[in-house]
């Protein structure tokens, strides 16, 4: 089945430093991937999405590249903000049966940015 | 535009009492469902997604269940709720036009505690 593995938080990390969250997919077919974000007492908002190989998604100083060989999507930002303060959730969408693309969500990873 | 309402916001029950969780989309039509529940650090699982009125597929068994009268309108329920039915819940809605590339609209969420 698929399934979206994340790296484990919390991630603290200072103000302008350099942000990376680990993950990594597998999938029976060729996935749409995607990173949501959950700020505080909130739902989840897509943050940025790729639907192929080598496709790089990009939002709000976030990016991630979908690298098919890597089975990873791995998102960074050069430089976080307080405000950047959040929990990050990988996700994929695949087909399931029936045809619908049913979404599959990673654990999410805690971020913590101190001024 | 399309919205997403999920009420009520914050719930507090009894162990063994009935839940009624409710979320209405507007500003679509025929749109895909879903109830996810997140536990605490314990990411995100789907419990349910719904393709249209009265479709309704489960990926865990558990006592609660689902129900889709109107084609905008999804209902999370139990007759008897257990301690471990706690946690925040969230429901989403996609396009539904059968694509990888779909993303989820998150409500606000409801969290449930059961003492």
């Given at each position: 089945g698929n399934s979206v593995t994340q790296m484990?938080?919390?991630?603290?990390?200072?103000?302008e430093?350099?942000?990376?969250?680990?993950?990594?997919?597998?999938?029976t077919g060729y996935p749409s991937l995607f990173w949501y974000?959950?700020?505080p007492g909130e739902g989840l908002q897509l943050l940025l999405k790729a639907t192929k190989a080598d496709d790089k998604g990009s939002n709000k100083g976030f990016e991630a590249t979908y690298r098919k060989e890597t089975t990873s999507f791995h998102l960074e930002k050069g430089s976080v903000q307080v405000s950047d303060s959040a929990v990050y959730f990988c996700a994929l969408s695949d087909q399931a049966s029936g045809g619908s693309y049913i979404?599959?969500?990673?654990?999410?990873t805690s971020l913590i940015v101190h001024p | 535009s399309q919205t997403i309402h999920q009420w009520p916001a914050t719930l507090v029950q009894p162990v063994g009492s009935p839940l009624s969780l409710e979320c209405t989309v507007e500003?679509?039509?025929n749109p895909n469902l879903y109830w996810y529940r997140q536990a605490a650090g314990r990411g995100l699982q789907l419990l349910f997604?719904?393709?249209g009125i009265g479709q309704i597929s489960s990926e865990v068994p558990q006592n609660l269940s689902?129900?889709?009268p109107q084609d905008r309108q999804f209902i999370l329920s139990s007759k008897k709720l257990l301690l471990s039915d706690s946690g925040f819940y969230l429901c989403a809605w996609s396009d539904g036009r059968g694509i990888s590339n779909e993303k989820l609209f998150f409500g606000s969420g409801t969290q449930l505690s059961v003492l």
């Open positions: 484990e938080g919390p991630v603290t990390l200072s103000e430093a350099f942000l990376t969250i680990n993950c990594t997919y597998t999938a974000v959950q700020y979404p599959t969500f990673g654990r999410g | 500003g679509t039509s997604y719904s393709v689902a129900s889709r």
